[in-house]
């Protein structure tokens, strides 16, 4: 499972997929415990992180890629974050 399923399944939906059924399962999942269900013939989609796990037990189910659109501010920070820390670790004394 991921963090924010329904974010999943909102991008699945905007892309035109029609969800005949959801099922969100806790982040970090092993899939040991979970069945597929059985009542009908689901085509099963799932995230490439779970489908390294899932294709163990069900290795016709279908990957998906997340898509991350991450504000251009949060690379600024993250690299003033990493030269600050490069600076400060060439300045200590090893």
């Known amino acids: 499972g991921i963090a924010r399923p329904h974010d999943f399944f909102a991008m699945l939906q905007a892309q035109g997929l029609t969800l005949a059924r959801t099922q969100a399962l806790p982040d970090h999942s092993t899939f040991d415990s979970w069945n597929r269900p059985t009542d009908k013939p689901y085509t099963l989609v799932c995230t ?47």
């Open 48 to 94: 490439e992180k779970d489908a390294v796990k899932l294709w163990k037990k069900h290795p016709d189910a279908l990957a998906v890629p997340l898509r991350a659109d991450m504000d251009p501010r949060f690379f600024a920070a993250l690299e003033g974050l990493l030269a600050h820390a490069k600076a400060r670790s060439l300045s200590s004394p090893s």
